[in-house]
C-alpha cells in the first residue's frame, strides 16, 4: 500500500491548477455569533462539476500516461467522484464509465451524462456496487479510480486544505465530512505537514456512522448499506484512508438526518450558497458541540452541492 505524501500533494496542485478552480472563503457574522467560533467555510461546491471531488479525479487523470489514457478511467460512486471524473475525462478527451446507485440523486446523473460519462446502474449497496463494477472495469479496460482509496486521488483533494490555510492565515481545527475519508485524508495528508498543530474533525451522519464505530473501536467496521440524508457519505473506510483517519483525525462527530437539514437550511439562508447535505454534517457538528470549537477559528469544508431542487430534504416525500 502507498501512502502519498506532502510532495505528492505538492506535485498534484501543480498538476491539476489549470483545471481547477481556487474556491473562496465565505463566512457569517450570524454563524460565527449562533456558534461562538469564527468560521470559514471553503465553498468547493463552486467548483465546475461543484464537488471537491474534482481535485483527486483530475490528478488521477492527467496523471496517466497516454497508452493508459487511451482505454479511459472507471469508477463506481454515489455521484460526485462520478461527475468530476467524467469532467476531468472530457478535458482530456479520454472515455469515462462509472457505476452508480440506482437511487442516486438525478441531479447527479444528469451531470455525468452531461461531461460524456457513461453510467451503469447498481443497487444501492456496497457489495452490490464493487460487484457491477468489477464487470464494467473487466469489458473497457479502463483505469480504476477509487472515489477515495487512491493515492493520487488523496494527493488531490488534499491541495483543498493548503489553499485553506494560504487564504485564512490559519486554523485551530479543520471539519470535513467524512464518508470513505478521501478528503478527510487529503485534509490530515496536508495538514499533518503545513500545520501540524490544527486539530481534524470528520462530521459523519448517525444512520451511516461506521467511521465514528471504527474510530472508536481501532478497526475498520464497514456498514453495507446504511441510509441517511447525506447520500455522498454512505462508503466505508478503506486500509489507506483508515492510515490516515486513525493516525492524524482529533475526532469524529455524529449528527441526526434533522440537525443535517437544520443546518443545510441555515447555510442556505445565511451564506447564500447552495449545498447537499452531506456538506452541511460539518456546522451540524459545530452546533451540536459547542464547547469543542468555542473561541477558534475553524475552518469548514464545504463539499458539494449538487443538489435535486426537486427533491430537497425537507420536502414531503
Not at 485534509?187 to 471504527?214: M, N
Not at 486500509?239 to 447555510?267: C, G, P, R, Y
Request: aromatic share 6%; proline share 6%; net charge negative.
Amino acid at each position: 500500500m502507498y501512502i502519498p505524501t506532502y510532495d505528492d500533494m505538492l506535485a498534484a496542485h501543480e498538476r491539476i491548477k489549470p483545471h481547477i478552480r481556487r474556491t473562496q472563503i465565505r463566512t457569517s457574522d450570524y454563524l460565527n455569533e449562533l456558534t461562538g467560533a469564527q468560521l470559514f467555510f471553503k465553498c468547493e461546491n463552486f467548483q465546475e462539476p461543484g464537488a471537491f471531488k474534482v481535485r483527486g479525479a483530475t490528478n488521477a487523470v492527467f496523471g496517466l500516461d497516454d497508452e493508459q489514457a487511451k482505454k479511459g478511467v472507471a469508477t463506481h460512486s454515489s455521484g460526485n467522484h462520478a461527475s468530476c471524473l467524467s469532467y476531468a475525462a472530457m478535458l482530456r478527451g479520454i472515455p469515462c464509465n462509472v457505476v452508480m446507485p440506482r437511487t442516486a440523486p438525478q441531479a447527479k446523473k444528469d451531470t455525468v451524462r452531461r461531461y460524456g460519462g457513461k453510467i451503469t446502474e447498481c443497487e444501492p449497496s456496497t457489495s452490490s456496487r464493487e460487484e457491477t463494477f468489477a464487470k464494467v472495469q473487466a469489458e473497457t479496460g479502463g483505469d480504476f479510480v477509487h472515489p477515495y482509496n487512491d493515492p493520487r486521488v488523496i494527493a488531490g483533494q488534499g491541495t483543498c486544505s493548503k489553499e485553506f490555510m494560504e487564504q485564512t492565515d490559519g486554523l485551530d481545527a479543520v471539519v470535513a465530512p467524512i464518508g470513505g475519508g478521501g478528503m478527510v485524508s487529503g485534509t490530515c495528508l496536508t495538514l499533518s505537514t503545513l500545520a501540524p498543530e490544527t486539530e481534524i474533525y470528520a462530521a459523519e451522519p448517525e444512520q451511516a456512522d461506521d467511521a465514528y464505530r471504527s474510530f472508536k473501536a481501532g478497526h475498520i467496521i464497514a456498514d453495507d448499506a446504511p441510509k441517511t440524508i447525506a447520500d455522498g457519505l454512505l462508503v466505508p473506510l478503506k486500509d489507506l484512508t483508515w492510515h490516515f483517519v486513525k493516525n492524524h483525525v482529533t475526532d469524529i462527530l455524529t449528527v441526526s438526518d434533522q440537525e443535517i437539514v437544520d443546518a443545510m437550511k441555515l447555510t442556505w439562508k445565511h451564506l447564500r450558497v447552495v449545498m447537499e447535505p452531506s456538506s452541511a454534517v460539518p456546522l451540524a457538528t459545530i452546533l451540536k458541540n459547542p464547547d469543542t470549537f468555542a473561541g477558534k477559528r475553524v475552518g469548514v469544508i464545504i463539499t458539494g452541492g449538487n443538489v435535486d431542487l426537486d427533491r430537497l430534504p425537507w420536502m414531503p416525500s
